[in-house]
Structures are given as C-alpha cells and as structure tokens.
C-alpha cells in the first residue's frame, strides 16, 4: 500500500496530493537549461511564509483586485490591485494542513483544509480591503479541493473522508449552504461540472469519470475511462464544452486532451509535454483559446489550444531552480479582470505576471500527393524555435510562431521530406497546404518454418526493424510486408516455443523480395497456461499481499500498474503475476507490501547445452514512493537452488512487456540443476510494486538470416546506419569489395566493446544487421553516443582496415531522426587495428548536429548567427558523415556543441605543446600553424582522420576564423599515388582557410602541408 508524503517546511515540502504512478522521486534530476520565460513578464514576487499551497483571486466591483494563496497554518489575502506592490490585507488561521485550496462565488471566498478537523472557512469580501472571516461550515471535517459551478451556485468540495463529495448550494445561501447531494461512488480529486454534467479526475483509480447530474441527488454514469500512466488530477472544460483538459499528477505525467462530445466514449486526442523537461504538471485552467498551466517546477505554462490536436507553448515564466520532482509551482489563477495571473510556488510564495502574447499560427494541411488523401501522423517541425506538431486524422496540424519568416519541415515514414515556407504576422493565421510524395516501395513476403521437418508456424511476430511495419505470420507461417520504402532492413522474427531470429533483407521498388525464416524449437518453453512445476511464494518471504500467482491478470491504473493481458499472443490468457484484484479495484489492492515474494522456477537439465540463452517477458511497476530498496531481481543458480548468481537488477519502473535475454554461461557453468527464480519486493517506505513474467524460454542463439543475393556488388569496404539517432533499434549495411574476416562490435566513446554483432569470415557485398540498443549480456544501454565499428583483418595480401560511425542511442519519446543515413567511406588504417576512442572534443565535432541535442561534459549548444546577429536560415540539405561536421559556413543554423572556455594563457601553452591526453583516449597531433597565420590558437588535431571545421581561438565564436582539413598529399611511392581525403569542405569567402593533415595515428615521415 501507499501513503501520502507528511507535511513539511520549507526545504522539504510535501507534493499537492498522492500521485498514483511515479518513475520515482527525484527532486533535481539534471535536465537542459532552458531561458526563464517566455512571452510573460514578472510584476511581483512575495515571498512571507514557509509554505505555500493552491491560489485563486477576487476582482471586486471597484476594481480591487485579491490574490488569496494558502499556507501551512493559514489563507493569505494580498491586494494585487497594483500589481508590482502586493500588499497584505488579511490572514487567517486554520489547522496545520499542506492542502489548501480556495474558490470565489459573488463576494464570498471559501478554503478547504485536509488535515483540519473544523471544515470549510467562509470569508466575506465585501469590502475586498478588509476581509471578514465568517466562519467553519461543519458539513464535512476536512476536504482536499473545491470547484464552483457558476451556472448553478454549487460548490464541490472533493476528497472528503469516506471518498465522498459534497456539493453545496452556496448560490443558496453562501454562508451556510444547504447540501445537494453525496457522491461516494469512487475518490474524487478534483471536478468540473458544466449543464448538469460533472467531470470527476478520479486520481487513485487513474481513471476520468463522467457522471449526469441533471436530475439531483441522483448521479447518473456516463462513463469511467481509465488509461495508461493516469494519475487523473484535476480537469477543465473548453468554452465549447466539447474538449475536457486532464493533468496527470506523476512522474512524467502532463497535459491530455479529450474529445467528450459522447459523453459515455471520451477519446484523447492529444497531449503535451514540455519539450526535453521531465517535469510534472499540477493543475490546468481554460481561459479562451489559452490552457494556463501551474507545472510544478516548470512554473507557469501557457499554451494555446486553438488546434486542440496540436497544443502550442506560447509563454512560460519558470519560477523554481530545479528540475524534477514535486516543488515549485502548485497552482494558478488566470481569471483577473486586469488580465493578470497568479502562480503559488511552494518554496518562494505568490508571483504576479502579464502575459504579453508575440505570435501568429501556422495552419496546414497535408496530403498524399498522388492521390490527393489526407495524411494523419506527419511530423510537422520549425526547428529554430523547437516547435513540433503532428497532423490529425484529416491531415491538418498547427504551429504556433514567433513573427518572421519561417521554414517548416515535415516528414513521414514511407514518404520523401518536404520543407515549405511561411512568414508569420503576430495576431493572425498563415494557411499553407503540403503534399508529400510516396517513396518507391516494395514487398517482403515469404515463410516462418521449424527447423524440424519444415512445417509453417502460424503467429509468429515479425518486425521490420526501425520502421512501424510488422505483421504476423498465418496459416501454414506465411507472411507479406507491403509499402516498405526502398532499401536495407533487418527482420525480426519471433515464436513463443521458439525464441527469435533476425535477417536482413534488401527491398526493391515495385519488387516483391522473397525470405523464409528457419527458426529452432527452444530447449524449454512455458507460457504459462498450465502447470509446469513453479513454485509460487518460498519460505522467507514475508510479502503480506501481492505473492506470486498464475493466472489472467487484472489491470490496474488502466493497465499502466498491473497489465491487463498476458504477453502470449491468443488464445494464451495466463501468466505469473504479483497478485490480483476484482476487476475495477484501487491501483493499490493486492500489490506487493511489506517484503519479498519469489517465483521459483523447476530445475533443469542444461549439461551440453553451450551457448543457452534464458529468455523471458518482464513487467515491472514501481511507483509512487518508489525507492532502491525496492528492487527486481533476477537470480539462477547452477546446483538447484544452493547458491544464486544475479543476472539482473534494477528498481526503474518498467511497467510494460519487456523481453530479456541472459546468456547463462556468462554467469553459471550449465549442469542437470539450473533453475532461476523472480524476486518482487516492497521494502522500506511504502510504494507501489507490481510484477509479471511470462513465456520463459531456455533456448540456443539463432544466426542472423543470410543476406539475400540479389544485392548489386560493393566497391568499397562502407558502412550506413539508419535510422539514426536510434530510439529501439537500426539497420547496419555493410558493403565489402571482397571476401574477407570482419569484426562488427558496438563501442562506447570510451573504446570499450558493448556488442559483438559480427566475427568471421563474409562474402564479398552487402550485408545486413540489426542493434536494438541492448549490450552484449540484452541489458538496455543508456542513451548517448556509441560507435558502430568494423574492422577487417590484415592477410598476406590485405592491409586491414578499420572504420567506424557514430550512433546517438535516444530513449526519450521525442527523439529525432536524421533525415539521411550517416554515411562515411573507410580510410585505411596503417596497422590494421580499429581507431582510438574519441576525445571530448572529436566526440562533439562527429556528432550529426542536427540530430543532437547533448553535449559532452563541460561542452555547451551555442546559437550560430550572422554577421548581424539574426539567425541564419537552416539548410535542408542533411546527408553527411556522422565523422564530419555540419557545414555551418554555408548557412546553417545548426547549434554545434562549443569546447569548455580554456584560459588564454593555458591555451598558448596547449598551442606551443598539446596536452597528452589519458592512456584510453587518443594521442593528439602535434599542432602547426599553417604558413603565413602566426600566434592563432587552435585547438589540438586528433586522430581517426576526421575532416573537422577548428575554430581559430578556443570556445570562442567568431565566424570569420574557421580551419579546414581539404587533402593530405604523401610522398611519392612506387606503385602508390599520392591520396586525398574522402570529402572537401570550403568555406566561402575566408580567407584564413588552410589545408592541414590529419593522420591516422602518428605523424608520417615525408608528409607534407598542402595548400
């Protein structure tokens, strides 16, 4: 079970409420620095007490105008009537309660007190200057929040104990109003009610109710919406009442937007949150075409729903420091007369802003441009202001931009990418229709066989790697892929009873490109439909509730706690499961409590069984509260059960089907008495621990499929990649002129090997492979830069080579994608071993600009802009080496990552004598300045043979000085000419361009400059 956080003061501030599913909680995780505001000015900051809670505000007929904030022992009453010199008017005491939240009706205001036992507090605002407490109504003790129905002179008072609401006819007899009606139903959190119908933000339950009240006392219901990741906090109608706003009170939880036209099938038709932000929203109002946000440590958040598909950021004011976690802003008034807007931030008190509105929209339509249907699902961008949309169901999207002049991008999976042009006027729409045409495309079809005897396997999972497309095999195992775009894919195909495979494919357009997949029954397979030995729960335990059963689960938190459904594709229904519950009960019944529960497997027999892979499903909720001590483990032992080896283990909430993959040697000699067994476990403070495992497999490693043979012959040894950035997983396509041994590995920036994707011998051509971000034992790799490596070993005849590409690894929901491979030739290496790992300042250098939006530790993004300061207009143009950098001297605007400020007397002494780097990084090149350009700084030449853009003094920005690596040339040898680098660059009109060389390892005898 869960409990709310206690109050506490100042530093240590308690959330506005329990949230239902947390990531965790974190208070400062670290995320990109962003300006303060937006479009919004500060007029105030009062800062009196030690803790404040919810706002609202009074404007009075004779234009006074209130903001009234709660504290911890109190409600403040300030005069914002001047709205730069707030003023306190009146104080008054409650019971000690983190929780207070205020509403206006006529000229009266009420609070809520959660923790008071005296009620709800009446003030009256006569005379706005001198407010009047008039008194506790008694119908309830406590409650956590309060909504006014203007149109009837109700007031919802939600959260009461017994998770009751009581509405309360204050329009009646606003100092002691008579009571309405009782809802007891389920936990409200928080309500809107509008025409007789109430809209209920059932937290606990993650869930959105609608309920009739046309006909009090009696609650008619409508419908009961639970969703993944609800944590259904507060919510607001538009003014057509057509779109209900929602918060989701969690970690990572944000904006949601439902269409409630059917009162009985609300559908959510968008979301928003902030962009690179890991922040948690709190409460949501509608104001107009605007939804005025309090976003806990984001601060205010103003976004513009005109599209109610396509929410657009218009303002924003950060109050709080931090980034993460429950402090800082709790709410927001938007509703003064002046226009003003109130914000209560927990740790710094009451703040006062203007919003000063600066933008026009962009409204388009996109189309298919062959047959003219709309296309829903294009990714709508303007890169220089980050702003993002995705079309609807009918094509349409909207952007919301500064005034100028704009290049917008668009782009979809299976058609070519389009730019088009609009110029902005602040106030107004600018209309603009695309059409995208469709790439070349082609086929896969073909067969999913055992390995015994040939038959088909119907069900089998197959996965176009990188792509959404995927389908599943049928009778006798066939299967056909339509509309894949042109080129290389890997396949990935999978069987419960017989692991997976991969193969790589090549499509051709207009083409129907035929593959079978051969796949091997696993050693052991259990699904978990019928008994096959476990034992569920073992001595030692001590878990209270959620001890291991099999059966159907049951979803909880809409599915996002505890899953609805097995992972075994139907007519499969079982699985273990920590528990379960009746259907429709609390996120916190029957969840794991109060210590261990363990699933432990039969033993079995795996002597002779090199190369065993355990396979399995993971779903793992730990929530609200969650902390490292409440960790998922994973355990196998080779002697039945006398010693344990941990194979994984983590406390990251992971509530969805995972599929994991232990290579058992790599942690157990194999004998006759394996067995492993699943730990779930809630220790120390209370939180919410869910846990499930199904189809558990012991299986033997399946090569990738043979590369098809209708692929055209390779030139040269070339790597590509795509997509890239990766977000689950990418192509690899690696042609080679000859028959020859590769090694194709995955490293970090450290040099270190995470994956092994290739060793031996290969056929002369090309040849496909797939990484799904996963290291060598199936463990998920952090996001950042890794290195996709190729090396191709030295013979008597060959010198090796070695050539590698960078991969930018993003797990974020929002991570980009290039617009084009990342390709580069392979210059050859003079010994035949694989590069150094890159420095920090190669490691910024080789990233795709365009596609990165970290930098290394000490590095930051700096804005290009033109000799006038403005901003330069983006190229389109976006096919370049991953070991190059984006031309910016042609015009980009890219926002390349700048070196750490080095002091200038430290970097003349860099100049004269480059620093040695550590033993695991690279050996720098010893520095020359070019002929005729004494006394220029540049930073050190390093190795790999990067052609890279210098600046001409370190960390600075100045465009006009720029060094360009153009060729190398070599002495004369016999049979040998001289050679030149794979690309040239130029920069147009700088004449402090140099030619300077760049060598592999060490500087070569008998090189030379070369202009």
């Known amino acids: 079970m869960f409990s709310c956080f206690p109050g506490a003061r100042r530093r240590a501030h308690a959330i506005g409420t329990c949230a239902i599913v947390l990531g965790g909680f974190g208070l400062l995780d670290l995320a990109p620095v962003q300006a303060q505001s937006h479009n919004v000015t500060l007029l105030s900051n009062r800062d009196a007490y030690d803790f404040h809670s919810g706002v609202w505000g009074y404007s009075a007929p004779n234009g006074v105008e209130l903001a009234i904030i709660g504290t911890d022992l109190g409600v403040s009453f300030v005069d914002v009537t001047i709205p730069t010199a707030p003023t306190e008017v009146a104080y008054f005491n409650h019971a000690e309660s983190i929780w207070t939240e205020i509403r206006t009706f006529g000229h009266y205001a009420y609070w809520s007190n959660e923790d008071g036992a005296a009620g709800l507090g009446i003030v009256d605002l006569s005379d706005p200057l001198n407010p009047i407490f008039v008194g506790f109504h008694t119908a309830f003790d406590s409650c956590h929040s309060l909504h006014i129905d203007t149109q009837r002179g109700w007031l919802y008072c939600n959260g009461c104990a017994g998770n009751q609401t009581f509405i309360l006819d204050v329009g009646a007899n606003p100092t002691n109003p008579p009571t309405v009606a009782v809802f007891s139903d ?65 970690t990572g939880g944000h904006l949601k937007i439902w269409d409630v036209q059917d009162l009985t099938a609300p559908q959510q038709i968008s979301e928003y949150a902030i962009p690179g932000d890991g922040s948690i929203i709190h409460n949501v109002y509608v104001k107009g075409n605007l939804a005025i946000a309090s976003w806990y440590t984001a601060g205010l958040q103003i976004l513009d729903i005109t599209d109610v598909f396509n929410p657009q950021r218009v303002g924003y004011y950060d109050t709080y420091p931090g980034t993460a976690g429950y402090t800082g802003a709790w709410g927001v008034y938007p ?24 933008y026009g929209l962009v409204r388009g339509t996109v189309t298919d441009a062959t047959t003219g249907d709309p296309l829903p699902g294009v990714v709508v961008e303007e890169l220089l202001e980050s702003r993002t949309a995705t079309t609807d169901a009918l094509g349409r999207f909207t952007l919301a931009l500064e005034p100028g002049s704009h290049t917008v991008d668009l782009s979809l999976f299976a058609y070519a990418d389009e730019s088009v042009s609009a110029t902005v006027t602040a106030g107004q729409t600018t209309n603009v229709t695309v059409a995208l045409d469709r790439l070349p495309a082609g086929t896969i079809s073909g067969f999913v066989r055992s390995s015994l005897g040939g038959s088909g396997l119907a069900g089998a999972t197959l996965t176009v790697l990188g792509t959404p497309l995927g389908t599943t095999s049928g009778v006798g195992g066939a299967f056909s892929v339509a509309n894949v775009p042109e080129g290389p894919y890997t396949v990935d195909v999978s069987l419960v009873g017989f692991g997976s ?21 696993s050693l052991i397979a259990d699904n978990a439909e019928t008994d096959q030995g476990w034992t569920l729960g073992v001595a030692g335990d001590g878990a209270s509730t959620g001890i291991w059963i099999r ?16 992972h075994t594709p139907a007519p499969g229904t079982k699985c273990f499961v920590t528990g379960n519950c009746t259907p429709g009960c609390n996120t916190s019944e029957n969840d794991v409590d109060n210590g261990r529960t363990t699933l432990l497997s039969p033993v079995y027999s795996l002597t002779g069984q090199n190369g065993a892979i355990l396979q399995y499903y993971r779903w793992y909720c730990n929530a609200v509260n969650g902390n490292g001590s409440d960790t998922w483990r994973v355990e196998v032992s080779s002697n039945g059960g006398t010693n344990w080896t941990t194979v994984e283990q983590f406390t990251t909430n992971k509530p969805f089907w995972e599929r994991v993959q232990i290579p058992l040697q790599s942690f157990i000699t194999l004998t006759n008495n394996v067995r492993v067994r699943f730990l779930a476990q809630d220790l120390g403070a209370s939180s919410l621990v869910e846990a499930a495992i199904d189809d558990v497999e012991i299986l033997i490693p399946q090569a990738p499929s043979d590369v098809p043979t209708e692929l055209p012959a390779a030139t040269t040894l070339a790597l590509t990649i795509e997509p890239n950035p990766v977000r689950f997983s990418t192509a690899l396509r690696l042609a080679l002129p000859t028959r020859q041994p590769v090694q194709l590995s995955i490293v970090d920036v450290q040099g270190r090997v995470v994956r092994r994707l290739q060793t031996g011998l290969l056929e002369a051509g090309r040849h496909d492979f797939a990484w799904d971000g996963r290291d060598q034992a199936g463990r998920n790799l952090a996001q950042g830069l890794y290195f996709a490596r190729v090396s191709t070993l030295r013979t008597s005849q060959r010198e090796g080579h070695s050539h590698q590409v960078a991969i930018h690894l993003r797990r974020g929901p929002d991570a980009p994608t290039c617009r084009a491979p990342l390709t580069s030739a392979a210059a050859p290496s003079p010994d035949g071993r694989a590069p150094s790992p890159l420095s920090s300042s190669a490691l910024a250098q080789s990233m795709c600009y365009r596609c990165s939006t970290h930098c290394p530790a000490g590095w930051t993004l700096k804005r290009r802009t033109a000799g006038n300061g403005t901003r330069r207009p983006r190229r389109r143009t976006h096919a370049h080496s991953a070991l190059e950098p984006h031309s910016d001297d042609l015009g980009s605007t890219a926002e390349p990552c700048l070196p750490p400020r080095i ?51 370190v960390g600075d920005c100045r465009h006009d000085e720029f060094y360009v690596v153009r060729k190398c040339h070599r002495p004369s040898e016999p049979g040998r000419g001289s050679e030149l680098s794979p690309r040239v660059l130029h920069l147009d009109g700088d004449s402090n361009v140099w030619t300077l060389c760049l060598l592999e390892q060490r500087r070569r005898r008998g090189w030379t400059w070369r202009r």
């Open 186 to 250: 389920y936990y409200v959190h928080d309500s809107y009610s509008r025409d007789g119908i109430s809209y209920f933000a059932a937290i606990f339950d993650g869930a959105l109710g609608i309920e009739d009240f046309t006909n009090p006392p009696t609650f008619t219901r409508q419908s009961f919406t639970q969703y993944p990741g609800g944590a259904t906090h507060n919510c607001w109608l538009t003014d057509d009442s057509n779109y209900l706003l929602t918060t989701d009170e969690t």
């Open 335 to 358: 509703y003064a007369q002046s226009g003003n807007i109130y914000i209560s931030d927990m740790e710094t008190g009451l703040y006062v802003f203007s919003f000063q509105p600066n």
């Open 501 to 521: 495979r991969q193969g790589g494919i090549h499509v051709v357009a207009n083409r129907t490109v035929t593959r079978d997949f051969v796949l091997n029954p």
């Open 551 to 566: 059966d159907d689960p049951v979803g909880t938190g809409g599915g996002s706690v505890q899953p609805e459904d097995d």
């Open 903 to 953: 002091p200038r007397s430290r970097a003349r002494r860099s100049h004269r004598r480059p620093a040695t780097p550590a033993s695991s990084g690279p050996r720098p090149v010893r520095e020359r300045h070019p002929p005729g350009t004494p006394g220029r700084l540049q930073p050190p030449l390093w190795d790999l043979g990067l052609l890279r853009s210098q600046r001409g003094r």
